[in-house]
């Protein structure tokens, strides 16, 4: 190929930047850039998270506001989950029946509002996708900016929502509109290395962490705060006693919206990937000068790869492929970090859903109890990602991460299956009562539950297993989103201009950009484990409330511990495949030989 000025082929054009002063791009800005988007995801799970605590207050209050009103979508939502709990053996009786469990007090609305939250996050396993696909052709930033105008006009149909209807209107919007999170993940996958990713993602997960603890608390506070009674004039305009949480995720919406459009660079641009193809250069060149060991040689046979130990070569040895071959590959192993990001999530929701109904049904918890353990879940899994995953993910490996993550959410799980005592001596299937235990058993069993010093003991397993949700959380999720934003960049270390030399002038080729959209690769994976999400808890809650907690949460625990052996099998580790184009390794060969 002839020296040109620029040369650019691919299969998609990079988004123009939004204007001069977001242009620039280094090494030494990757920090900085970090800094504000974990700065305004941090603000936008803040106001995703305020409304978290006020589910079964803000339902109550428009099931009493629309009391008697039998044609409302409240009246028929409520009606459709009375069916539902009917067909999973729940009833009003006070004496329940062998094929039927006592209904839990408010159990409607504690079902409503799961509904919700799976509706949210089916609108997101829809939007996802069609995000991300839009963020790789017109930019992150401008995309993102998009984004959050849904967010704003969400939380003003919520600050005036009087009635069901418009609550459901302002989710709805809510849910088809956020893509904070996952172009915040494209955007860090943007601008770090292979090396660095883990360290830059693991900013996503401190985020979600520090949010669930501190957001709940925010809104249970600010519902406190009347804008009714303050101005009793609004009302007729839509104003609810809960307007004040509203108005608090809308001022610190607009407050994210500001600051992103004052800071945020374009991230998916020719001078990102010029700086971060700059900054592999220089960690290749240190790791060679400092290494002489022997490494792994992938070899790769079709769509499959293996790895054989090689005492000949001083350096990892980078596979060359086909264009076509390397795109069946990533998508061969996003397939497989989308599935299992989906089982994960899956299990791991449901569980944490039916979590406050265990902890209330069989200790008895508070609020203040029940705030206390899910703030030590969230506590613990921030200082995790911050000092193990952030600092140690590239160097003990994703893979492994996630499968310490799942054994750890395994072992957790387990340990709340047995603290739940009586809780699942028995269990009803198909019309018919099964005892679980022989009759000594399960009066030992009750006898415990007498016990004052059995009682702590359990308390001691349940907050174990709350370690164990705690570990998991801070790993499995984020390291399978490095594994996937490490596919999408398989075969793209010829995908940034080379500099080469001629008697008069210094000129750069540029070849294919990326061999997969990065945004909507990352968007599919994610909405995946959105899918995960909305059909989790609905799962967890039938078999809950079914077959018993004991029942519940062992058949999850040796179901994670299935998943957690498959993963061990079927993921890859990206890391040890260096994988560029055909053309890249020529190129890379006839430079040396030169």
């Known amino acids: 190929m002839s020296a040109k000025s620029t040369t650019k082929t691919g299969s998609r054009p990079a988004p123009a930047v939004a204007s001069s002063s977001h242009s620039s791009a280094s090494p030494e800005s990757v920090p ?12 936008d799970i803040l106001a995703f998270t305020i409304i978290l605590p006020l589910f079964p207050r803000l339902l109550q209050f428009y099931r009493d506001s629309e009391h008697g009103d039998q044609t409302s979508l409240l009246a028929w939502s409520l009606s459709r989950l009375t069916e539902f709990q009917s067909a999973i053996g729940l009833n009003d009786a006070k004496t329940p029946t062998s094929s039927s469990i006592k209904r839990p007090p408010k159990m409607d609305i504690v079902l409503l509002g799961g509904a919700l939250g799976s509706l949210f996050s089916v609108l997101q396993f829809i939007a996802s996708p069609v995000i991300g696909k839009l963020s790789d052709v017109l930019g992150r930033r401008r995309v993102l900016l998009i984004s959050m105008l849904g967010n704003l006009i969400s939380c003003a149909v919520w600050l005036f929502s009087s009635t069901f209807e418009l609550f459901v209107l302002s989710r709805i919007i809510g849910g088809l509109s956020e893509g904070n999170v996952q172009l915040s993940i494209a955007m860090i996958s943007d601008i770090t290395t292979p090396a660095t990713r883990s360290k830059g993602l693991a900013m996503v997960g401190i985020a979600f962490a520090i949010a669930f603890t501190v957001g709940p608390a925010l809104g ?32 610190l919406l607009t407050v994210e919206s500001l600051y992103l459009y004052a800071k945020l660079p374009e991230t998916n641009s020719e001078s990102w990937r010029l700086a971060v193809q700059q900054t592999v250069q220089q960690e290749t060149t240190d790791a060679s000068s400092g290494s002489s060991s022997s490494s792994s040689t992938p070899v790769i046979k079709g769509s499959t790869a293996t790895t054989t130990k090689s005492a000949s070569t001083s350096s990892s040895t980078t596979a060359a492929l086909d264009q076509e071959k390397i795109q069946a590959l990533q998508q061969s192993y996003l397939s497989v970090l989308s599935f299992t990001h989906f089982a994960h999530l899956f299990l791991f929701s449901g569980m944490e859903f039916t979590l ?3 902890t209330f049904h069989l200790f008895d918890f508070s609020h203040m109890q029940q705030g206390a353990l899910l703030g030590y ?36 799980l387990g340990s709340i299956a ?19 235990f022989p009759g000594y058993v399960i009066d030992a069993i009750e006898w415990l539950d007498t016990q004052e010093w059995s009682r702590k003991t359990r308390m001691w397993g349940l907050y174990a297993g709350a370690t164990g949700l705690a570990v998991t959380s801070a790993t499995v999720v984020n390291c399978l989103t490095s594994l996937a934003s490490l596919v999408c960049d398989m075969g793209s270390n010829d995908a940034l201009p080379t500099p080469t030399s001629t008697s008069t002038t210094t000129t750069t080729t540029t070849t294919k950009k990326q061999t997969i959209g990065k945004g909507l690769a990352l968007g599919r994976f994610r909405s995946w484990g959105q899918l995960g999400r909305a059909a989790g808890p609905i799962a967890a809650c039938s078999l809950y409330w079914r077959v018993g907690p004991l029942v519940c949460y062992g058949a999850a625990s040796a179901a994670v511990f299935a998943i957690a052996f498959l993963s061990s099998r079927i993921l890859p580790e990206v890391r040890k495949l260096p994988i560029r184009t055909r053309a890249a390794a020529a190129a890379a060969s006839t430079k040396k030989t030169k």
């Open 418 to 436: 047995l603290v739940s005592g009586g809780g699942g001596a028995t269990i009803t299937l198909l019309g018919e009562k099964f005892i679980l």
């Open 32 to 43: 900085k850039v970090t800094r504000i988007v974990f700065t305004a995801l941090l603000l």
């Open 356 to 358: 406050t109904f265990l």
């Open 377 to 412: 879940i969230g506590i613990l899994s921030s200082l995790l990602q911050g000092g193990y995953v952030r600092r140690r993910a590239h160097i003990v490996g994703e893979k492994r991460m996630v499968l310490q993550g799942m054994v750890a959410a395994a072992i957790g």
């Open 220 to 251: 249970a506070y600010f519902a406190n705060k009347d804008l009714v009674a303050a101005w009793p004039g609004l009302a007729q305009y839509g104003l609810h006693p809960f307007s004040g949480s509203a108005l608090l995720a809308l001022v």
